[in-house]
């Protein structure tokens, strides 16, 4: 009999582990992560490197990193190809031929071609049009494929940027922040489809020309229903709630999805926004620097954005003291978990701006304490996350001022 009773027991306990895993996903209770190793120079010199952007290349389980470099007091955009380990995989490589003003370069990796794709903002044009986005395809070797792309060359400067690859269309969405319409209506968000032959995929896409301000914008694509959000930090209420965070679906074809979303407009300012999809749950988590709470300056704020638009959930992610601000964010489809990385002021008197970062369940939840990403003397700024899928992993790039000059660093987080 006893023995009966405890092979019963046994059995609901297997049961009730097994029920739990079905209703609690691995990604919410898997371990915190931590630094892998030390910080690691991806690219440094005698001058400015900064403001840098990472994809990651499942096929090779390699990294492209792209910057601006200052080369003889002149901004141009360079890349290098890094392995799992943040090793150079080669030299480092221009992204254009062209000797003009490069910056801002941002790049994105397509599984259908295992290409990448970079654009960035150029002055090439400058004297006629302003600045243009332009872009460049690469193949895996970062063997340049094919000639420059002209993304927009609109009447007025076309700044900040941001670009995404459409997985089920083999298509990319770059979106900007556009004065053609400052003096008017004050600055826009416009956008551009292109092909993944570089050509261009029909005209250009108003996506906010809201009065006032429409600024920092980001986008995410949805593989599910084969769309995108674009969302960005809202000036037309800043006489009352002050800068707000919006957003805006965009379909496939580049036509407005539904009315603008207002992901949040508390009290005091919202600002920087950047977001994920999360495909396993079939919606985006947005997360911005949030300046509701005075006694702690900014903190980092998230939201949840289901498929249709709707705000499921708002909630601090990061409220330390001092301020948290410039944050980034990758999703973990293996686990179901974010990591957030961004810059933290609490050492600014001491040894200047860190990079931490903070892991997240699947819904937005924190999960496990704070991870400090690089704290070294010297200020440490603008995070760029990107996940390893192969290794299950983080890398997380950054400007760095330890050596008394902008340069790129990095850590592998897992």
Same mark, same amino acid.
């Given at each position: *009999?006893?023995?009966?009773?405890?092979?019963?027991?046994?059995?609901?306990?297997?049961?009730?582990?097994?029920?739990?895993?079905?209703?609690?996903?691995?990604?919410?209770?898997?371990?915190?992560?931590?630094?892998?190793?030390?910080?690691?120079?991806?690219?440094?010199?005698?001058?400015?490197?900064?403001?840098?952007?990472?994809?990651?290349?499942?096929?090779?389980?390699?990294? *492209?990193?792209?910057?601006?470099?200052?080369?003889?007091?002149?901004?141009?955009?360079?890349?290098?190809?890094?392995?799992?380990?943040?090793?150079?995989?080669?030299?480092?490589?221009?992204?254009?031929?062209?000797?003009?003003?490069?910056?801002?370069?941002?790049?994105?990796?397509?599984?259908?071609?295992?290409?990448?794709?970079?654009?960035?903002?150029?002055?090439?044009?400058?004297?006629?049009?302003?600045?243009?986005?332009?872009?460049?395809?690469?193949?895996?070797?970062?063997?340049?494929?094919?000639?420059?792309?002209?993304?927009?060359?609109?009447?007025?400067?076309?700044?900040?940027?941001?670009?995404?690859?459409?997985?089920?269309?083999?298509?990319?969405?770059?979106?900007?922040?556009?004065?053609?319409?400052?003096?008017?209506?004050?600055?826009?968000?416009?956008?551009?489809?292109?092909?993944?032959?570089?050509?261009?995929?029909?005209?250009?896409?108003?996506?906010?020309?809201?009065?006032?301000?429409?600024?920092?914008?980001?986008?995410?694509?949805?593989?599910?229903?084969?769309?995108?959000?674009?969302?960005?930090?809202?000036?037309?209420?800043?006489?009352?709630?002050?800068?707000?965070?919006?957003?805006?679906?965009?379909?496939?074809?580049?036509?407005?999805?539904?009315?603008?979303?207002?992901?949040?407009?508390?009290?005091?300012?919202? *600002?920087?926004?950047?977001?994920?999809?999360?495909?396993?749950?079939?919606?985006?988590?947005?997360?911005?620097?949030?300046?509701?709470?005075?006694?702690?300056?900014?903190?980092?704020?998230?939201?949840?954005?289901?498929?249709?638009?709707?705000?499921?959930?708002?909630?601090?992610?990061?409220?330390?003291?001092?301020?948290?601000?410039?944050?980034?964010?990758?999703?973990?489809?293996?686990?179901?978990?974010?990591?957030?990385?961004?810059?933290?002021?609490?050492?600014?008197?001491?040894?200047?701006?860190?990079?931490?970062?903070?892991?997240?369940?699947?819904?937005?939840?924190?999960?496990?304490?704070?991870?400090?990403?690089?704290?070294?003397?010297?200020?440490?700024?603008?995070?760029?996350?990107?996940?390893?899928?192969?290794?299950?992993?983080?890398?997380?790039?950054?400007?760095?001022?330890?050596?008394?000059?902008?340069?790129?660093?990095?850590?592998?987080?897992?």
């Amino acid at each position: *009999m006893k023995k009966e009773m405890k092979r019963n027991t046994n059995i609901l306990l297997i049961f009730l582990a097994t029920l739990a895993l079905a209703v609690w996903p691995i990604g919410n209770i898997s371990s915190p992560a931590d630094a892998i190793g030390g910080n690691f120079v991806v690219h440094g010199g005698p001058l400015r490197q900064a403001i840098a952007s990472a994809t990651y290349n499942p096929s090779s389980n390699q990294y *492209m990193v792209v910057w601006e470099d200052n080369i003889s007091g002149q901004n141009q955009a360079k890349g290098i190809i890094l392995d799992t380990n943040g090793l150079p995989v080669g030299s480092s490589f221009y992204i254009s031929p062209s000797d003009s003003i490069q910056t801002r370069p941002v790049v994105v990796y397509n599984n259908a071609d295992n290409e990448y794709f970079v654009t960035w903002k150029d002055s090439k044009a400058s004297l006629i049009n302003g600045l243009n986005i332009y872009g460049q395809r690469f193949a895996s070797d970062a063997t340049p494929v094919g000639n420059t792309i002209t993304v927009s060359s609109g009447p007025k400067n076309e700044e900040e940027h941001w670009v995404v690859y459409n997985s089920l269309n083999n298509q990319y969405l770059s979106v900007w922040r556009d004065t053609r319409n400052e003096l008017t209506n004050g600055i826009d968000i416009f956008g551009q489809i292109v092909n993944a032959d570089g050509s261009l995929f029909g005209s250009e896409i108003p996506i906010s020309t809201a009065t006032n301000h429409q600024l920092f914008q980001q986008l995410a694509f949805n593989s599910a229903n084969n769309q995108y959000l674009i969302v960005w930090r809202e000036l037309r209420n800043l006489d009352t709630t002050g800068p707000d965070i919006y957003g805006q679906r965009v379909n496939e074809s580049g036509n407005l999805v539904g009315s603008e979303i207002v992901v949040s407009n508390a009290a005091n300012q919202q *600002m920087r926004p950047t977001l994920r999809y999360n495909s396993q749950l079939n919606e985006y988590l947005v997360v911005w620097g949030d300046g509701t709470n005075a006694a702690t300056l900014y903190d980092i704020y998230g939201a949840r954005v289901n498929a249709k638009g709707n705000v499921v959930r708002a909630q601090p992610i990061s409220t330390s003291i001092g301020a948290q601000f410039r944050q980034e964010i990758d999703y973990n489809s293996v686990n179901g978990q974010y990591l957030v990385a961004y810059a933290d002021n609490r050492n600014s008197l001491t040894s200047g701006f860190d990079i931490r970062g903070q892991l997240l369940k699947n819904r937005g939840q924190v999960l496990g304490p704070e991870i400090t990403i690089s704290n070294a003397v010297g200020d440490q700024i603008k995070p760029i996350v990107s996940y390893n899928s192969v290794n299950n992993n983080y890398l997380v790039v950054w400007s760095d001022f330890r050596n008394g000059n902008f340069d790129i660093y990095g850590q592998i987080v897992g």
